[in-house]
Every structure is written in structure tokens, then in C-alpha cells.
């Protein structure tokens, strides 16, 4: 049983429209992060969510950080070409290790 | 522009070499890490390291070894390349993990081994 899963998998979708991608957990963690990771690039941080309950906005991505700190979700408003890439969460789990465990992701693409 | 740079973009080698992959970052950062990353499975831990010349094995180090001789710098070493590590090799940097702050990436290597 995977410790991390994101959903869904893979989502093909047209300019304009809203999308929500989720990660959930086994285990309560600390921290998460959302990466978006663009082909044949790095991941690159979009945001660090802390607090149960917590919600933060970074234009039109809203991330969601569930109350009891077993998983997280990523909204996307009117999605655009540009938000095309590979959506990974990664979470450090209480009373463990503070290296951060990786989802597979979630493949958006986002067609003109 | 903080960064973490990987030496090379693009890399093939032959079955048996010995490879380096070098990673350098500007940001004092005392966290550096090492990842592939591999259609199906994500990104998976090689080694990481928390300070000059301190190292630890993530979740797949078997045939890999690393080195960090100065604070900026963090190489991943292949002994003897097989063609089941051909993957995406990713290095990042991070100020402080346990507290949550994320990693900086660099843009990877994409390692073929024939």
C-alpha cells in the first residue's frame, strides 16, 4: 500500500476549465508541498501548507490543506496551456523522518 | 536567482563506466539530495546529505555512492553504470527540511546507459 497517493493520475482537460487534483495519506504529516514539474525540467515549489485547515491562493491555485492533516488538495480556476506539467505533492511525516515522501503525481494537460 | 545547477542536461554512457553527476547550489543551504525519477514510480531517494562530508542512504542507494567534499557542491557517482539506471536524475537543496521548507530542483540529467 502506497503511503502517498495522488488522483487522479492523469486528467486532459480544455482551456477554460476548473480542475481539482488530491493527495491523501495513511499517516498524519507535518508539512506539504505542491510542485509542478514542466518536461524535461526540475520540480518547482509552488507552495508549503503547515496548518490543518489551512488554505492558501497563488493567483488562480487555491491549495487546501485538510483538517486533519491527512490530505491536501490543488484547485485550478479557468486552467490555461501554461498549467500544463506534472502536479506532485510531498508531505514529512509527524514523528518521522523530515525527508519529504513524494507522490507519483497527477499528468495535467491543458489543451488550447 | 537562487539555483541549483546539474552539470549536464543530457548524458549517455556505456554499460560498465564509471559516471559522475555533479550538482552545485548558491543558496548556503547545508541539505542536498539526490533523486531519479522514473515514468510510474516518482521520485525516489538515493542519497542525501546534511553537512560536508556527511551522507546517508535514501531508499535506493545500491550502486550509487556520492561525495561532498565542499558545502555547494554534491556528486552522485555510478561505479559501474547498468542499463537499469538509465532515469532522470534530479539533485535538490533545501535550508531546512524538518521545518518544512521545500527543495530547490535542479533541471536534471537524463542518464542513458546502453
Known amino acids: 500500500t502506497q503511503l502517498l497517493e495522488q488522483s487522479p493520475q492523469f486528467l486532459s482537460i480544455q482551456e477554460g476549465e476548473n480542475l481539482t487534483v488530491y493527495c491523501n495519506s495513511s499517516?498524519?504529516?507535518?508539512?506539504l508541498q505542491w510542485y509542478r514539474q514542466e518536461p524535461g525540467e526540475g520540480p518547482v515549489l509552488l507552495v508549503t501548507?503547515?496548518?490543518?485547515?489551512e488554505v492558501k491562493k497563488l493567483k488562480r491555485l487555491t491549495f487546501q490543506f485538510g483538517d486533519a492533516r491527512k490530505d491536501s488538495s490543488l484547485h485550478i480556476t479557468a486552467a490555461q496551456p501554461g498549467d500544463t506539467g506534472l502536479y506532485l505533492c510531498a508531505v514529512v511525516l509527524s514523528g518521522g523522518s523530515y525527508i519529504p515522501t513524494f507522490g507519483r503525481g497527477t499528468s495535467l494537460i491543458v489543451h488550447p | 536567482d537562487v539555483k541549483v545547477t546539474q552539470s549536464s542536461r543530457y548524458l549517455v554512457k556505456r554499460t560498465g563506466e564509471k559516471v559522475f553527476l555533479e550538482c552545485v547550489q548558491d543558496m548556503d543551504h547545508e541539505n542536498m539530495f539526490w533523486y531519479r525519477q522514473d515514468p510510474g514510480l516518482g521520485l525516489r531517494l538515493i542519497y542525501f546529505?546534511?553537512?560536508?562530508?556527511?551522507?546517508e542512504k535514501g531508499d535506493i542507494p545500491e550502486g550509487y555512492s556520492v561525495s561532498r567534499e565542499k558545502k555547494e557542491r554534491f556528486s552522485l557517482i555510478l561505479e559501474s553504470a547498468s542499463t537499469n539506471q538509465t532515469s532522470m536524475y534530479l539533485c535538490a537543496s533545501s535550508l531546512l527540511p524538518q521545518a518544512g521548507y521545500g527543495y530547490t530542483f535542479g533541471s536534471g540529467t537524463r542518464l542513458t546507459v546502453v
Open positions: 499517516s498524519v504529516f507535518s508539512s
Open positions: 501548507v503547515v496548518t490543518g485547515g
Open positions: 546529505s546534511y553537512d560536508v562530508k556527511m551522507k
